[in-house]
């Protein structure tokens, strides 16, 4: 059977169609991802414009620790790809972003639900953006709080994202 190649604008298309997924399909494809669900994540609400994920995490036996609190692993897991997603989302295809380095601080013992807010204002997409275009390339940091059901912090977690523009 002769394999078909695809041209660098089929490519794209494809590209462009998965980042138009926000919504709906966003919901399911991130609720239904396996680590998501064996860590007991879900994503209760994505903004229309994609700046914002809010996440929670309820306390279940298959995320808790020796100790009967949330397992660090699944803390910062909750937090992993939000802030490259909105970045990727809202930059566009002509900007390549990876997670460079992340960091969590743990504050006390998370129990129960704890939830998280990961949003990047449109003031600050456009900032990125700037500094991307001036430089060509720029590591920017996010940070994020995971709170507890009581609204106390659990958890910090900062993300550095590399950001460039592609053909740099």
């Keep these: 059977m002769p394999t078909v190649r695809q041209s660098k604008p089929a490519l794209r298309r494809v590209g462009e169609s998965l980042r138009r997924m926000i919504g709906a399909r966003a919901f399911f494809i991130l609720n239904t991802y396996v680590p998501y669900m064996g860590a007991g994540v879900r994503i209760r609400h994505i ?3 994609a700046t914002r994920f809010d996440v929670e995490m309820r306390l279940r036996p298959w995320n808790k620790n020796y100790f009967g609190t949330h397992f660090g692993g699944s803390l910062y897991a909750m937090c992993d790809p939000f802030f490259a997603l909105i970045l990727t989302e809202n930059l566009g295809p002509e900007y390549v972003v990876w997670d460079k380095e992340a960091a969590i ?4 013992p998370g129990r129960g639900t704890v939830r998280a807010r990961f949003e990047i204002t449109p003031e600050r997409l ?14 920017v940091t996010f940070t994020a709080q995971v709170l507890g059901e009581d609204g106390e912090v659990v958890a910090e977690v900062d993300k550095v994202e590399s950001i460039r523009k592609t053909g740099w």
């Design 47 to 49: 903004a229309p414009d």
């Design 126 to 139: 456009e900032e990125v953006r700037r500094l991307v275009d001036d430089q060509g390339k720029a590591h």
């Design 105 to 108: 601080r743990f504050k006390r």
